[in-house]
C-alpha cells in the first residue's frame, strides 16, 4: 500500500491551484453496517461528476492564497512541525477554507468549494466498495514515508503514499478535510440516495480523513468526523472539489 522511501513523487503543484482529478458520475455504496452507528446504514448513494483535488491543499497553495489577499495567516503557520511548503496546510476553521474556496473560483472561472461527505467518500474509496480502506482492508504494518520528518513531527508531507484507483493521495492518513455538509450522526437514516447535501442545519460541520495525531493514524473510508466550524485545530485542513 505505500510506495519506499525513494520511489519518484508525482509533480506537486507551485501556484495557488490544486491539481485535479476528474471523479465520473455514477452509484457507489456509503457508509457501513459493520462501524459506529453514524456509519449506518450501508445505502447506495449516486453522485454526479465532478473534480476533486489530487492532494489535500498545501501551505505553498495556501501561502499563495495568503499573498494574493491578505487574508490572515492561519494558526501554527510558523511551527516547524507545520510549515513545510509541501506539508497540508492546518489550523484553518471552516470559514477560511470558504475564503480560500472563492479565491480559486475567481483564479479558475469555475466553481469551487468544499466536496460533500458523499462525494468524499466515493474518492476516498477509488472504486473499492465494501472495503475499509482505500487500498483494502487491512492497515499497514509500518510507515516507510519519505515524507515523514521525524524530529519536527507533525504531519507527512503530501504525496508519499500510493495513490488510490482514482489517483487520489493522502484519504485516509494526514489530516482530518473539512467537508460542506452540516453534521448529523443520524444523518444516513433519511438521506436521499442522489447528491446528498447534509442536513439543513447543525452546530457542527462535517470532516473525513485521519489525522497525524491519532494513535491510529489512518482513517476508514467510512469513518465520519465533526467539529465546531469556527475552531482551529492543528490536524484539520482541506481538499476542494470544483464543479465541471
Not at 475564503?99 to 473560483?105: E, I, R, S, W
Not at 465520519?224 to 490536524?235: G, T
Request: hydrophobic share 30%; charged share 25%; proline share 9%.
Amino acid at each position: 500500500m505505500l510506495l519506499k522511501a525513494d520511489t519518484p513523487r508525482p509533480k506537486l503543484g507551485s501556484g495557488l491551484a490544486p491539481d485535479f482529478v476528474f471523479i465520473r458520475e455514477g452509484f457507489f455504496l456509503m457508509g457501513s453496517d459493520d462501524g459506529p452507528d453514524n456509519e449506518k446504514p450501508l445505502h447506495r448513494v449516486w453522485v454526479d461528476a465532478f473534480m476533486i483535488g489530487r492532494f489535500p491543499v498545501t501551505n505553498r497553495e495556501y501561502g499563495a492564497f495568503v499573498e494574493r489577499t491578505g487574508y490572515p495567516e492561519p494558526p501554527f503557520w510558523s511551527q516547524g512541525m507545520f510549515s513545510h511548503p509541501d506539508k497540508p496546510v492546518v489550523g484553518i476553521n471552516w470559514f477560511d477554507t470558504l475564503a480560500y474556496c472563492k479565491c480559486l473560483t475567481e483564479i479558475m472561472g469555475k466553481p469551487c468549494r468544499l466536496p460533500t461527505e458523499a462525494e468524499w467518500e466515493k474518492s476516498a474509496r477509488g472504486g473499492k466498495e465494501e472495503k475499509k480502506y482505500p487500498w483494502g482492508n487491512d492497515l499497514p504494518a509500518e510507515r516507510p514515508y519519505a515524507g515523514y520528518d521525524q524530529v519536527a513531527g507533525g504531519p507527512e508531507r503530501i504525496g508519499f503514499g500510493e495513490p488510490n484507483g482514482f489517483g487520489l493521495f493522502d484519504m485516509s492518513e494526514g489530516v482530518h478535510e473539512w467537508c460542506s455538509d452540516f453534521y448529523d450522526p443520524e444523518y444516513y437514516c433519511r438521506s436521499p440516495n442522489e447528491n446528498p447535501q447534509g442536513p439543513v442545519s447543525g452546530r457542527k460541520r462535517a470532516s473525513r480523513g485521519g489525522s497525524w495525531r491519532h494513535h491510529v493514524k489512518f482513517s476508514r473510508s467510512a469513518a465520519r468526523s465533526s467539529l465546531i466550524p469556527s475552531f482551529h485545530y492543528n490536524d484539520y485542513g482541506l481538499r476542494v472539489v470544483m464543479g465541471l
